[in-house]
């Protein structure tokens, strides 16, 4: 009986970066994700995990954890489809638990049509349902200022504000995600904003090579305003946008014209509801970190 051994992914050469690559091209389709496997690598408590077989990498996975709160997220977790059926997504995913389990965060993850079930043998629980949106090559935009646009400002986030952008980041996804939004703003120089009233921070939003996100809005004005101005950049293609199930604001999407391409199940394990005003959340920043 042949045991499978999983192996951290420690400062990997750039072969292995592409092995891993290779595998999540073939596994989802797409293009690369060389920059996603390098984010996880980047962050704190954070990284990816592999198993081999025959000396090659045949299924992997990433995780994000968020001590903070108690909780992490598990993402991306592929296997060679050659190799699917066998059992292996749910060892690498046994793994990931683990990794986060050491640093004292129960488990969530958007759960895809072919991996919810197995998810939810292992014990996970649903809460609701992820949607991946598209945008529209335009946006559906009134003439007529939306109620509640008068004084709200966008300015890009400069170091000024960062520390107010993480604040409210916190607050709002109920733990502290400062790594990785440092990382997303210096990586994403001059595609990120802020949305300022007199009162104060009321959303900001970052916009990523294919995706726009995150974005977090406590007002439908607030996020239509970030992202007509998200929108407006330059993209290969129409950018996705990936709205958790808490979200309060998807039939603001709607009506600007985002279509949904699927749905995913958010499924927790170790916990129930998610602390912060998640109401706020419009965007994630993908459906491995939240």
């Not at 007509?228 to 330059?234: F, G, I, K, N, V």
């Given at each position: 009986?042949?045991?499978?051994?999983?192996?951290?992914?420690?400062?990997?050469?750039?072969?292995?970066?592409?092995?891993?690559?290779?595998?999540?091209?073939?596994?989802?389709?797409?293009?690369?994700?060389?920059?996603?496997?390098?984010?996880?690598?980047?962050?704190?408590?954070?990284?990816?995990?592999?198993?081999?077989?025959?000396?090659?990498?045949?299924?992997?996975?990433?995780?994000?954890?968020?001590?903070?709160?108690?909780?992490?997220?598990?993402?991306?977790?592929?296997?060679?489809?050659?190799?699917?059926?066998?059992?292996?997504?749910?060892?690498?995913?046994?793994?990931?638990?683990?990794?986060?389990?050491?640093?004292?965060?129960?488990?969530?993850?958007?759960?895809?049509?072919?991996?919810?079930?197995?998810?939810?043998?292992?014990?996970?629980?649903?809460?609701?349902?992820?949607?991946?949106?598209?945008?529209?090559?335009?946006?559906?935009?009134?003439?007529?200022?939306?109620?509640?646009?008068?004084?709200?400002?966008?300015?890009?986030?400069?170091?000024?504000?960062?520390?107010?952008?993480?604040?409210?980041?916190?607050?709002?996804?109920?733990?502290?995600?400062?790594?990785?939004?440092?990382?997303?703003?210096?990586?994403?120089?001059?595609?990120?904003?802020?949305?300022?009233?007199?009162?104060?921070?009321?959303?900001?939003?970052?916009?990523?090579?294919?995706?726009?996100?995150?974005?977090?809005?406590?007002?439908?004005?607030?996020?239509?305003?970030?992202?007509?101005?998200?929108?407006?950049?330059?993209f290969g293609s129409p950018p996705s946008l990936l709205v958790p199930?808490?979200?309060?604001?998807?039939?603001?999407?709607?009506?600007?014209?985002?279509?949904?391409?699927?749905?995913?199940?958010?499924?927790?394990?170790?916990?129930?509801?998610?602390?912060?005003?998640?109401?706020?959340?419009?965007?994630?920043?993908?459906?491995?970190?939240?």
């Amino acid at each position: 009986m042949r045991t499978e051994v999983v192996q951290d992914v420690e400062k990997p050469d750039g072969e292995l970066l592409a092995e891993i690559d290779g595998l999540l091209v073939r596994a989802y389709g797409g293009a690369s994700r060389r920059a996603r496997i390098e984010r996880f690598l980047s962050v704190d408590d954070a990284g990816w995990v592999m198993l081999r077989r025959s000396g090659r990498v045949v299924s992997v996975g990433a995780f994000i954890g968020y001590r903070s709160a108690g909780f992490g997220w598990i993402g991306l977790v592929a296997t060679e489809p050659h190799a699917q059926g066998g059992g292996l997504g749910r060892v690498i995913t046994e793994a990931l638990i683990e990794r986060l389990r050491r640093i004292g965060c129960a488990a969530v993850l958007d759960g895809s049509k072919s991996g919810a079930p197995l998810y939810e043998r292992m014990g996970f629980v649903d809460f609701g349902l992820s949607h991946a949106l598209t945008a529209p090559a335009q946006l559906v935009l009134s003439d007529q200022k939306p109620a509640g646009l008068e004084g709200l400002q966008l300015v890009p986030i400069g170091p000024e504000m960062i520390q107010s952008v993480l604040s409210f980041d916190q607050q709002s996804f109920g733990a502290d995600r400062r790594s990785l939004l440092r990382y997303l703003l210096k990586a994403y120089p001059g595609r990120h904003v802020a949305a300022i009233t007199e009162a104060g921070l009321v959303g900001y939003g970052i916009a990523q090579p294919d995706l726009l996100g995150p974005i977090v809005a406590e007002s439908a004005t607030a996020l239509r305003a970030i992202v007509a101005s998200l929108h407006s950049l330059d993209f290969g293609s129409p950018p996705s946008l990936l709205v958790p199930p808490e979200c309060a604001f998807l039939p603001t999407l709607l009506k600007l014209g985002f279509t949904s391409a699927r749905t995913l199940r958010r499924q927790h394990l170790g916990i129930g509801e998610l602390p912060g005003l998640r109401g706020r959340l419009c965007a994630q920043a993908s459906f491995g970190e939240g």
